[in-house]
């Protein structure tokens, strides 16, 4: 069935998102947390759990529990993550855009579920320069033979007992794609410093599949360079945490975890 709406009802539609919008900036904080400084500092020894690369074009999979961090640095990483005690739950990046009023992912904000709920908080982040938009690459936007975000993504999904149907779209990590006035996406590479790093805190026990492969806007060529992971152990986490306080709709997010762990 084909709805024709009228003028005055696309008017009162836009009204309506444009009230949303001011609600969910005026409940934002007025400033999100500094960049994280670069170098990066070398994390507590007593807190590493393990640590590896991922070669240039190579993926991995892992599992974080409720409360650990993960650490990435160098490569173009792209991640997909899936709750572990239900995979059908998964990491939705077009409502974890809607809720903060952003495309634009940075230390302080949060990745969320398909189900409202906050998986993974970004408490460490020096670029602010990452894509949740494009996507990672296929096997047509690379030279032949060489490895991709997609196929490695699906090997990394069997992996984990999930298929090609689990697969959400995936946020690659140190991807400075932006949108011009004309809607386009570009590369803006000046927003990259070269020793980028993110720590990203998960919020519950997750399992997650990592692909480094160059992104499909990169206009750099050659190999991938290698990407370091560090795993750390569960901290405590403050009160006034910003990526549990940054506006009304991650504080629900976060509500919905509590309700969740509590069996309701």
Known sequence: MHLHRS?????????????????GLEQAPRALPDRSPVPAA???PALI????DIPGGWYRTLRLKVGQSLRISGGSVSVAAWAADDPSERMNLPDTIKVQWTTELSRGRVILS????????????????????????????VATGARNCRD???????????????????LTLFAP?????????????????GHDWVEMRAEMDLLLALSNTRHPLDP??????????????????PPDDPCRTASAEAVRAFENNARK????
């Open 220 to 237: 750099a060529t050659g190999p991938e360079p290698a990407a370091s992971l560090t795993l750390l152990a569960a901290r405590p986490v």
């Open 152 to 170: 490695n993504m699906v090997l990394a999904a069997a992996k984990l007992g999930l298929g090609r149907r689990d697969l959400p779209a995936v």
């Open 42 to 44: 070398d994390p507590d």
């Open 177 to 193: 794609v932006r949108v011009d006035e004309a809607g386009r996406p570009g590369w803006r590479g000046a927003l990259l410093s």
């Open 7 to 23: 003028p005055e009802q696309i008017a009162a539609d836009r009204a309506r998102y444009d009230e949303h919008q001011r609600r």
């Open 114 to 141: 398909d189900m409202g709920r906050a998986m993974l908080a970004l408490t460490e982040d020096s670029s602010g320069a990452h894509d949740v938009l494009t996507g990672g690459s296929t096997a047509a936007d």
């Open 261 to 264: 762990a509590g069996g309701l």
């Open 49 to 52: 759990l393990a640590q590896e």
